[in-house]
């Protein structure tokens, strides 16, 4: 069974950063997407960044410059490095998995519980 774990969230103020963490067990596609998500009450979840299997990466307009998703295939973990944070960016952030290319991901099969991220002003 896949299984997604979530680390790394917290409180920072305005400005700081933060990196999350996703390990990632028994995932074993050679092709795949990897996703961050976040959510806030009563939204609907939104796509922060993905990385796939080829290296190619997208983000969302309202991270671009701030966000870097990044992988480590050895540890099986993927990450998201958080600077210049800022209060609209408090959500729980999810990770998520699929054994396609980012391009051909509608949904994501595999996901984590996830890990709340809050900003100060």
């Known amino acids: 069974q896949v299984e997604l774990v979530e680390s790394g969230g917290g409180a920072v103020q305005a400005g700081g950063s933060l990196r999350l963490s996703c390990a990632v067990s028994?995932?074993?596609?050679?092709?795949?997407?990897l996703g961050w998500f976040r959510q806030t009450p009563g939204q609907e979840r939104e796509g922060v960044a993905a990385?796939?299997?080829?290296?190619?990466?997208t983000y969302a307009d309202s991270v671009k410059g701030r966000f870097t998703i990044s992988q480590d295939n050895s540890a099986n973990t993927l990450y998201l490095r958080m600077n210049s944070l800022k209060p609209e960016d408090t959500a729980m952030y999810y990770c998520?998995?699929?054994?396609?290319?980012?391009?051909?991901?509608?949904?994501?099969?595999?996901w984590g519980q996830g890990t709340q991220v809050t900003v100060s002003s």
């Open positions: 998520a998995a699929d054994p396609k290319l980012c391009t051909m991901v509608r949904d994501f099969n595999y």
């Open positions: 028994r995932f074993t596609y050679t092709t795949y997407c």
């Open positions: 990385i796939d299997s080829d290296g190619d990466t």
